[in-house]
């Protein structure tokens, strides 16, 4: 059942899908470019330099000995392969945010089949609704598998992910590519068929740690101020975890019900009073525009307090940050993945082609939100080619195999940017993120330092 | 000092939102003893109505006025074609009814709006980030100053309501008596009708300006809201429209002193709880409430 | 209409079939269905063993609660917690739950003494929104990880039942939660059975119908009011623990363990009937077969419903429910049970014997 406003949960997936940040993009070229230019098919950067459809690596392969069916998990698909996914496609706020991202999903198949990335092979998915509600995913799920799934990606919530990974491991399906960016998808030893494609909130707080100490080499104080759920919590946690590599002393911690729609003034105010030179602020998708109108509030009632805010990057859509208006102005944030509301980004080939496919399709007006489901689907095509490419052919363990082998940038990966997992020393996709700052005048993002890639393993 | 006062003030603020819906909560009970648990979603859907005027163009405080339209109507609606009949075959059906109805409104407005990116709600009153006025140091914010004297206006208009017009008078009659109240020729069922519209008309107020504070509007809205106005009417006594309003102010300051002096125990996490452990000691050592009258039944 | 003598072979071979017919199904769907059905039904299952419990204090006692949703919340949490943190079996959770459960209930039970009605039903609200708070409360953030929820509860192996022999995989999984969840259905179905039918369970009804008279004739409202809790509690904490050990997930937003989970006990009681002991299992069932079908109608549908629904891109489901309940309400007071009774009246009615007849009766 839906409407359980409890089950308002990380909007901060969508976000992070939502190709908000904008790029701001100096540079030229990037690899994704040169191959566009080309004929279609080749469209992804694989083509160039970036090595491109590599044998898993010799490495991490997946052990199916305690497979329920090994001899399943090593047959060839072949014909046709199924996707399956679960999605929050209905249900209050959080289908509201993410329901555009099947529709990417989808298109990005649909292109795939016809432009034949996979060979003969054709691709069907299937995008079961779970109202992100975490008890309705494995009852998905199940359905799915009921359906001759051969693999799952891109299902949302982190919570949604949790529920589903131990039948997934103990069936020994691939779950790729899980939105989430909880650290806890990071684990090829005990869930070896399980991986995340989000950022992983302990890197984010790393970037922003990093980027307040250099601010405030002196050591800075910071407040934390979080919704009260999973995402909340397990993102305080990985910041706590570090500050004090950083210096950083935490001064206050507040949080905020995802249910609640009030605005937070007690909990800015109590922030305020400890008057910390940085606010960390993790609050659930429209919560982040009526913070930011708190903290304006509090920074006029007291003169000389001004602090630098950093919010997780769910919040960096133009869309949710045009709410607070002026008051979202000078607000850090962090993305791994271009802004193709920017002009100079919807002008490069790949992008253009997106764009153009998904007005196509007749789907003009969410291609922000769509391109989080593209750009999954298409992570999750290339490992799919990768593994086709294989000595061992298209199985369910080489699909696994190649994903953590995995090496590419892809149409929407910022340059300089590689989507990399090495087995166990690298059980990461997205380590690397640029920093940016919000200009609430232009609506742009600016980058601020230098692309992060310290993280990547 | 500066804390403590600020504390009141966003307490008093915070609790006259409260107080509006409860008085809601309180007019159904007096008019018609069935306590509305669809109470908040009605003022969240009657508030997106107000909304949605506006998107259309209409000033705010016409859009405001029309959305309270909207809810007496809605309110009465419900009243003659719901409550009404079920009433007549048992009073927990009534009950039912209700919860049925917070499932459907809740899960209309989803339906209706909820395709659109959150609602900008703007606010009544000036809310930009100077407009407050300081007092002994704390802030005390034009918006909360604002919905305080709305509160507080709409209160004093229900109270002259109650007791110094026939209509008051016949609300009243209703409520202790319905049967007499008919043989002397007060046309019950417009009454019933009526402190059902009433009640919701005064949701779509307090859900106006909860829009307005929080600035976006979802159909989680009035959800917490609800549970603290069924604290205050609880505490207040749900047939006392005064009770309401003044245990609806001391719940409001009560849960910001808790959380502020608290933080570590109650903080922010636990406010609601304050309520909630009102609620139940309320009713557990006097559940009439602190001004409302004792019912005495006959065996 | 075909009259029909209490205890005559026409009776016996009535129930017979009846019986046989249950068992068909009860049997069929684990064998022949798909997995993802036969979890359907265990989810079924589950939400009719919440019902039932709640049928106790509300259909049969007439206390208005919704703050089951706690109970079930407690069943889960602590078998989540004992299997997680303390690597119990989660066999003997299912025990531990239940004791835990009886003596919450017991205690919630102390307000309702005194207050009635509407006055009940907000202390209950209040335990029901009071549940997922606490339970991320930071306080308690090291008993139950706060707002995390605790993840991985499951049996590592299924436990070996007669019969049912070795399962594995996930549809082992599956069938041997349906094959609990059953077991545990007969049995809460059993106590509440023999609760209803016997001295304790006429008391019940007494209160119910009224307090003072009861009381007046020698029921001891305390004790009545304060076991009927706990045993309700007890076993909704059953459902919780089931629930949990099938998702193998609980967090405090989850599905039946906030408000909303109370709501939909209370559906299900007044849908099937509230006050009889079939009504929540035809009441759940009901409510399962009706969310899954309405939950995907939205703009694919055609036709009629395509029409209804098909302009919103939200499921109806929750909608539809809603006035499903208001028009149970307005058709069948006494829910899907009731309505079946006075249907199946015009087809067969079972004449009692005479009171104070020994002679075996001749048929029709």
Redesign the interface.
Known sequence: MKRTSTRVFALAMASALTIAACGGDDEGSSSTEAPAASEAPSTEAPSTDAPSTEAPAAGWAVNTDDCVDPDAANAPIEGTIKIGSAMPLSGGPAATAFAPVKDGFEAYIQWANENKILGDLTIEVQIEDDQYNKDLTPGAVEKLLDADTNVFAGIIGTPNNTAVKDLLNEECYPQLNALTGSPSFGNAEEYPWTTGLLIPYTTEAKAYAALIADQFPAGAKVALFTVNNEFGQVYAEAFKEIAPEFNIELVDEQTIEATDAAPPTAQVNSIASNAPDAILAVPLGAGCATFLGEVANAKAANAGWNPAIFMTATCSSPLILGLAGPAADGIYTANNLVDILDPEVAAQPAVAEYIAFMEGLGKGDIITTAAAGWHTAEVTVLTLKAALESEAGLTRASIINAARAFNQATTFTRPGITLKMNGVDDQYMSESLQVIQYNATTKLFTDIGELITDFES | ME?LL??VF?GLS?GSIYALLALGLVVVFRGTG??N?AQGEMAMICTFFTWQFHAWGLPLVVSVLLGMVAGFVLGAGVEVS?IR??AK?????V???S??????F???A???W?????E?MPSLFPDE??D?V?IFGA?W?YEYIGIMIVALLLMGLLFLLFAKTKFGLAMRAVASNPESARLVGIPTGVVLAASWGIAAAMGALSGAM??G?????????M???F?YA??SA?LGG?DSPGGAVIAGLLIGVGE?LA??YA???I???????VA??T??VV??FK?SGLFGSTKVER? | MMKINHGSPQHWALRTLGVALIALIIVWVPTQMSTSRIGQFSDAFVLIIAAMSLNLVLGFTGQISIGHSAFFGIGGYTAAILIKDHGWSPGYTFYAAAALAFVVGCLIALPALRIKGIYLALVTLAVAVLFPTLVKWKKLAWLTDGAKGIDSVRYDELPVWPILGELKGRDGRAVFAYWLAFVLLVVTYLVCRGLVKSRFGRSLVAIRDNETAAAVMGVNLTVTKVLVFGVSAALCALAGVLSTLRTGVITPEGQYVTLLGSIVFLLIMVVGGAGTLWGPIVGGLVYVWLDNTTRGFGSESDGVIGFLFGWSDQSPATLILGLALVIIMFVAPYGLVGLIKRLWVKVVVVVPKPAGTSLPTTGQ
């Open positions: 804390r600020q504390y966003d915070l069935h306590l648990f719901l009949r079920v075959k048992s009073e927990a059906g009950f039912v009814v919860i049925a109805m917070f499932l459907g809740n899960s209309l989803g339906m209706i909820g395709n659109l990116p959150p900008e980030p100077d407050f300081r802030v914010r909860v829009g504070l929080a600035g976006e509007l979802t159909s989680l809205l959800f917490t809201p549970i069924s604290a609880t749900f910001q959380a502020g933080p570590g125990w903080g922010q996490e636990l406010r609601l709880g909630l452990v609620i139940f009713l557990l559940p065996v």
